[in-house]
């Protein structure tokens, strides 16, 4: 049987594991935020942005003035590949590609 004293230390160490998988989670997602951030900073700003889409990790976004977006800055921001097309870019990121697409769309 086990006794009170190692029960207790069993829901403390449960506790404490939960309280830091919560603060992993919660400065995961304020990272992320700030990268959203960047980026639309990097792509010249919400009023540069006509349109995103995005395709699993494609993230497709087309501008009003391509010239003044900041590639090398995305790249550094996680891009894995950037391709210009006339007034848009397709950027690869992994997976945050649906996330930025629906961050996008709440600001534009």
């Not at 993230?59 to 848009?88: C, H, T, W």
Request: glycine content about 4%; aromatic content about 6%; charged content about 25%.
């Amino acid at each position: 049987m086990i006794d009170l004293n190692t029960t207790i230390q069993y829901i403390i160490i449960a506790v404490i594991i939960i309280i830091i998988l919560a603060v992993a989670l919660k400065i995961t997602k304020k990272d992320f935020a700030i990268k959203e951030n960047k980026l639309i900073g990097y792509l010249g700003g919400k009023d540069n942005i006509i349109n995103a889409e995005c395709n699993m990790s494609r993230f497709k976004v087309i501008l009003r003035d391509v010239s003044i977006v900041q590639k090398e800055a995305i790249q550094k921001l996680g891009a894995k590949g950037i391709v210009e097309i006339d007034n848009q870019l397709k950027i690869i990121f992994d997976n945050n590609a649906k996330q930025l697409k629906k961050y996008i769309d709440e600001i534009v």
